[in-house]
T-cell receptor, first 116, second 111 residues
Framework: DSGVTQTPKHLITATGQRVTLRCSPRSGDLSVYWYQQSLDQGLQFLIQYYNGEERAKGNILERFSAQQFPDLHSELNLSSLELGDSALYFC???????????????FGEGSRLTVL | GEDVEQSLFLSVREGDSSVINCTYTDSSSTYLYWYKQEPGAGLQLLTYIFSNMDMKQDQRLTVLLNKKDKHLSLRIADTQTGDSAIYFCAESLGGYQKVTFGIGTKLQVIP
């Protein structure tokens, strides 16, 4: 158990809809990272928050947004969903604003989104 | 630019050595990592190597880094069925704020 909790584990929705994925980082970790894992593109970095502020942005679509709340949990909002958004969405946490020399990100078990 | 490439699949017999290869393109990578993803689970850090090192050994794991060719490999000695998983090569750039992952190599260990 990594200590990172993601909900829901599975989500099935229709095209055009909006969903929210939630992540609770490990106790004491201030950074939250969101990744998208799909079969054809592997693990793609979406966005990072540190202590409530956006720190780094990757290949995140404009239809997607995220935030980190004062209690450090984070939410990833996906809107106007398309078939191609079906993927496993991972949240990871670390204690620093940067990954640091060990490179250790602690991953949750992921939220599997299926868009029909 | 940053890009990490790996082969998709490797099959080995139990007890043999496994070698998983990776190439990266960003010469400013500072740390390179190997993560393991077991079925239904998130990724877990296995080991890492700093870019000024050539080799790192950790029990059954040996990491080799060839900076000239931008080639990273992970050798698992005496591979066990419990090693069956997807192995991700990853790199972090100078600011350490982002870790870029390869597509992952699925290792199948045949009893």
């Amino acid at each position: 158990d990594s200590g990172v909790t993601q909900t829901p584990k599975h989500l099935i929705t229709a095209t055009g809809q909006r969903v929210t994925l939630r992540c609770s980082p490990r106790s004491g970790d201030l950074s939250v990272y969101w990744y998208q894992q799909s079969l054809d593109q592997g693990l793609q970095f979406l966005i990072q928050y540190y202590n409530g502020e956006e720190r780094a942005k990757g290949n995140i679509l404009e239809r997607f947004s995220a935030q980190q709340f004062p209690d450090l949990h984070s939410e990833l909002n996906l809107s106007s969903l398309e078939l191609g958004d079906s993927a496993l969405y991972f949240c990871a946490s670390s204690s620093l604003d940067r990954v640091g020399k060990t490179g250790e990100l602690f991953f949750g078990e992921g939220s599997r989104l299926t868009v029909l | 630019g940053e890009d990490v490439e790996q082969s998709l699949f490797l099959s080995v017999r139990e007890g043999d050595s496994s070698v998983i290869n990776c190439t990266y393109t960003d010469s400013s990578s500072t740390y390179l990592y190997w993560y393991k993803q077991e079925p239904g689970a998130g990724l877990q850090l296995l080991t890492y190597i700093f870019s000024n090192m050539d080799m790192k050994q950790d029990q059954r794991l040996t990491v080799l880094l060839n900076k000239k060719d931008k080639h990273l490999s992970l050798r698992i000695a005496d591979t066990q069925t419990g090693d069956s998983a997807i192995y991700f090569c990853a790199e972090s750039l100078g600011g350490y704020q982002k870790v870029t992952f390869g597509i992952g190599t699925k290792l199948q260990v045949i009893p």
